[in-house]
C-alpha cells in the first residue's frame, strides 16, 4: 500500500503544474484582450467596468510574456522573456523616479485616456514593481534559486491582493501613490495569478505545502485561512454598507467589525480542531486494527515459517534422492532459464565426465559449454539446437564432440520447455550415443559391402554370360572351320592347291583362336599381378610409325585412309606390349571404320607426357555406353547391329596393359561421328623411376594361375 506521503507527491505532481497551466492560460487570455481593445480603441476591453482604469498597453504585454514562461518549458524562452519583462519595468521605474518620458509607453498605442496630470501609457508603480518581482523570481527559479524566488513572490501577491481590497472597499490608497497612475483591477487580479502560477512551480514550496501537505499546519491553514479572509472581507462589506445607510454609527460598525472577526477566527479554528480530534480517532482505530493485523500476520508469518521449513527439508531430502539417482545414469541431466531470451544456467547433474571427459563449469549453461567442443561439421546443427532451446520450443540433435580428455564421442542432446511462473526452462538431458553410432557404422558398412559383393556376382554373372556368348561363338566359328578343311583334307584325292588353301585356312582360324585364348590369359595375368613386363628406353615416335606403316596395307585393302602425324618422345615401356596395345587400337580403328573412312594417329608431347591419340571417323559407340567402353566382354549396340565380330576384350586388355606401363586411357565421342582413344604415357624419367621399382617383377601365384590355362593348350 502506499503511504500518505507518496499520495501527496502524486497529488502534487498532478495538480499543482495544472494550476499553473490554468493561471498562465487566464492571464494570456486577459492580455490579448486588452491589447485587441486598445487595437480596436474599445475601452470595454481594456478595463473591467466603465469608468474604472484601464490595463495599460505594456502592462498587458509584460503580463503576457510572463505568461509565457510560465506555459513553456524552453529555459532559453523563459531567461529572454523574464529578460524583457525586467528591462521594460527598469525603464519604467527610471521615468517614474526621474520624471522623465523615455517614450516606451506609447509606444505601441497612443493612450488617450490618462488623466490631466498623468503621464499616457504609463504603468503604476504598484504594478511596475510586482512586474519586476515576478520577472526575478522566475529568472532565480530557472536558476534552481527556489527560496529567495519564493521569498520574493511575497511582493506580487501581497500588492495584488491589496488593491484588490482597495477596489472592493473604495480605499483608492490601497490602488494608487498620491498623483501617479493607479492600479488597474484586472491588471492586480492578472499578476496575483502569475504569482500563484509561479509559486507551484516551486518543488516542495510553501504552495505545494498549503495545498497538498498532510500535516496538521497545512491542513489548519487549509481549514483557517480561507474562512477567515472571506468572512472578514464579508463582514466589513456588511459593515460599510450598515455605516453608509445610517443604521450603525461608525464606532458601533468598529465593534460589530471586531466581534464578527473573533467569532469567524474562534469558528474556523474550533472547526478545524474538530477535523484534528476526528483524525485523531481514526489514526488510533487505525493503530489498533495496524496492532490487530501485525500480530496476525506475526502468527501466520510464524506458522509459514515453520512450514517452509518442513517443505524446504523434504525439498531437500527429495533433491538428495534425485541427485543419486542422477548420478548412478550415464545421461547428463541439465536445465537452463530462457526468460527474455537470455540461456541462464540452473541446474547441472555432477556426473559431465561421461559425456564430456571431464567436469564443467556451472556458470556457463550447458549447451553452451559445448559450443567448442563440438565437431565442425555438426555444428550447423547444434547452432540450430541452441536457437530452439533459445525460444524455448522441443528439440534434439545428435552430434559428435571431442572430450576435455581428447576422445570423440557421439552425444544425444534432446529436451522441452516448461513454465513456472513467470519465468520459463529448457529441461534436457544428454546421452552418450557413440556405441550405438559404432554399431549402426558398421551395419552400414557390412551391408554396404554385401551389396557392392551382391553387384559384383551379378556383374561377374553378366560377365560370364556374356563370354559364353561371346566366346562360344568366337570359337565355334574357327573350330568349326578347322574341322571342314580338315575333312577336306582327308581326301587322298585332293589337288595340291585345294590342298595350300585348306592349310592356309587352318593356320589363319588357329592364329584366331590363339589372339583370343592369349587375350584371355593377358586378363588372367593381370588379374593375378603374374604380367612380366620387360621395361626399357623406347622411342615412341620411331615405333608408332613403323606400326602404322604395318597397317597400311590392310587399311588400303579396306578402302580406309590411314594417316598419322608423329612428334618424338622417348618412354620406358615393354615394346611387346606397346605393340599389343597399338595393334588392338589400329585394328579396332580400321575394323569398326567403313570403306572411305580415315582413321587418324597422332602423337604429341603434353609436358613430361607421351600422348598417343588414336581417331576414327566409323560407327563409334553411344553416348551412354561409353563409360562401359573398357568393360570385359563389352561390345557396342552399334557393333552389333553392325554384325562386325569381336570378343570385346581388345579394349579391356588395352586400358590393363596401359596402366600396367603407368599411364592411363581414355575415349570419348568424335564428332560428327566415330570415336576417339587417348593414351598417356609417363616420359622417360619418371618411366625409369617406375620401372627401377617394378621392372621385372613376376609374381609367383599369378603365374600358377596362368598356367593352368596354357597347361591345357596343345603344345606347337
Not at 497551466?21 to 487566464?26: A, E, K, P, Q
Not at 469608468?51 to 503580463?63: D, I, R
Not at 469558528?267 to 496476525?296: C, I, K, M, Q, Y
Amino acid at each position: 500500500m502506499r503511504d500518505q506521503g507518496q499520495d501527496s507527491t502524486l497529488t502534487e505532481r498532478a495538480t499543482l503544474p495544472r494550476v499553473a497551466r490554468v493561471c498562465g492560460l487566464v492571464v494570456a487570455a486577459v492580455s490579448i484582450t486588452v491589447l485587441v481593445g486598445w487595437a480596436l480603441g474599445l475601452e470595454l476591453l481594456t478595463s473591467v467596468l466603465p469608468g474604472l482604469t484601464t490595463m495599460k498597453v505594456n502592462t498587458a504585454l509584460c503580463l503576457g510574456v510572463l505568461a509565457v514562461t510560465v506555459l513553456v518549458r524552453s529555459r532559453r524562452v523563459v531567461r529572454l522573456a523574464s529578460l524583457l519583462v525586467v528591462l521594460v519595468t527598469l525603464l519604467v521605474l527610471y521615468e517614474i523616479v526621474s520624471g522623465t518620458t523615455l517614450g516606451i509607453d506609447e509606444l505601441v498605442f497612443a493612450d488617450h485616456t490618462a488623466p490631466a496630470g498623468i503621464a499616457p501609457g504609463q504603468m503604476a508603480p504598484a504594478t511596475t514593481v510586482s512586474l519586476l518581482a515576478l520577472a526575478v523570481s522566475r529568472l532565480l527559479l530557472d536558476a534552481g534559486r527556489a527560496r529567495p524566488a519564493q521569498t520574493l513572490l511575497a511582493l506580487p501577491l501581497l500588492t495584488a491582493v491589496m488593491a484588490v481590497f482597495g477596489y472592493l472597499f473604495g480605499v483608492e490608497q490601497l490602488y494608487r501613490i498620491s498623483t501617479l497612475s493607479s492600479v488597474a483591477l484586472h491588471s492586480a487580479i492578472s499578476w496575483g495569478l502569475l504569482a500563484v502560477a509561479i509559486a507551484a512551480l516551486v518543488p516542495g514550496g510553501l504552495l505545494t505545502w498549503v495545498a497538498a501537505g498532510t500535516g496538521p499546519g497545512s491542513a489548519m491553514v487549509r481549514g483557517t485561512v480561507p474562512v477567515v479572509t472571506a468572512g472578514l472581507a464579508a463582514t466589513g462589506l456588511l459593515r460599510d454598507v450598515l455605516v453608509e445607510g445610517g443604521v450603525i454609527g461608525d464606532r458601533f460598525g468598529t465593534a460589530v467589525l471586531v466581534v464578527a472577526g473573533s467569532l469567524i477566527a474562534v469558528t474556523a479554528t474550533a472547526r478545524t480542531a474538530r477535523r484534528f480530534d476526528a483524525s485523531d480517532r481514526a489514526r488510533v482505530r487505525a493503530e489498533r486494527s495496524l496492532r490487530e493485523l501485525n500480530a496476525s500476520l506475526v502468527e501466520g508469518r510464524d506458522a509459514a515459517w515453520a512450514r517452509a521449513e518442513d517443505l524446504a527439508a523434504e525439498l531437500e531430502r527429495e533433491r538428495s534422492r534425485f541427485e543419486r539417482a542422477v548420478e548412478n545414469t550415464e545421461d547428463l541431466v541439465w536445465t537452463v532459464e530462457t526468460t527474455g531470451g537470455a540461456v541462464v544456467p540452473a541446474y547441472l547433474s555432477p556426473n559431465t565426465r561421461p559425456i564430456v571427459g571431464g567436469p564443467l563449469s556451472a556458470d556457463v549453461a550447458f549447451p553452451v559449454a559445448l559450443r567448442d567442443l563440438v565437431d565442425p561439421v555438426d555444428r550447423a546443427l547444434f547452432a540450430d539446437f541452441e536457437t530452439d532451446v533459445g525460444i524455448g520450443v522441443p528439440a534434439d540433435v545428435e552430434v559428435r564432440v571431442r572430450g576435455l580428455d581428447g576422445r570423440v564421442r557421439w552425444i544425444w542432446l534432446r529436451g522441452a520447455p516448461r513454465s513456472d511462473g513467470l519465468r520459463t526452462y529448457f529441461d534436457g538431458v544428454a546421452t552418450d550415443t557413440t556405441v550405438r553410432r559404432v554399431l549402426a557404422d558398421q551395419r552400414e558398412l557390412l551391408l554396404e559391402q554385401e551389396r557392392l559383393q551382391v553387384q559384383r556376382l551379378s556383374e561377374l554373372a553378366r560377365a560370364r554370360q556374356e563370354f559364353t556368348t561371346v566366346a562360344g561363338h568366337e570359337l565355334r566359328t574357327p573350330v568349326a572351320v578347322i574341322v571342314g578343311y580338315c575333312e577336306i583334307l582327308a581326301d587322298p584325292e585332293l589337288a595340291p592347291v585345294v590342298r595350300d588353301q585348306a592349310i592356309e585356312a587352318i593356320g589363319r582360324r588357329a592364329a584366331h583362336l590363339q589372339v583370343l585364348v592369349e587375350g584371355v590369359f593377358d586378363l588372367a595375368r593381370l588379374d593375378a599381378g603374374a604380367m612380366h613386363l620387360e621395361l626399357e628406353p623406347t622411342h615412341l615416335g620411331d615405333f608408332v610409325a613403323s606400326t602404322v606403316t604395318d597397317y597400311e596395307p590392310v587399311a588400303r585393302a579396306a578402302g580406309i585412309e590411314l594417316t598419322h602425324a608423329i612428334a618424338g618422345s622417348d618412354v620406358f615401356a615393354d615394346r611387346g606390349r606397346l605393340r599389343q596395345v597399338l595393334d588392338n587400337l589400329l585394328s579396332n580403328g580400321i575394323k569398326y571404320t567403313p570403306a572411305g573412312g580415315h582413321v587418324h594417329v597422332a602423337l604429341s608431347r603434353h609436358g613430361e607426357d607421351a600422348v598417343l591419340e588414336v581417331r576414327d571417323d566409323g560407327i563409334g559407340v553411344a553416348p551412354e555406353e561409353l563409360p562401359r567402353l573398357f568393360d570385359r566382354m563389352f561390345r557396342g549396340t552399334n557393333a552389333r547391329e553392325a554384325r562386325i565380330p569381336g570378343t570385346g576384350l581388345g579394349l579391356a586388355l588395352t586400358q590393363e596393359l596401359v596402366e600396367a606401363l603407368g599411364g592411363e586411357v581414355t575415349a570419348r565421342a568424335n564428332q560428327p561421328h566415330g570415336l576417339v582413344i587417348t593414351i598417356t604415357l609417363p616420359a622417360l624419367a619418371r618411366g625409369a623411376e617406375r620401372a627401377g621399382g617394378a621392372g621385372g617383377a613376376e609374381g609367383a601365384e599369378g603365374d600358377e594361375t596362368v598356367s593352368e590355362y596354357e597347361s591345357s593348350l596343345p603344345k606347337r
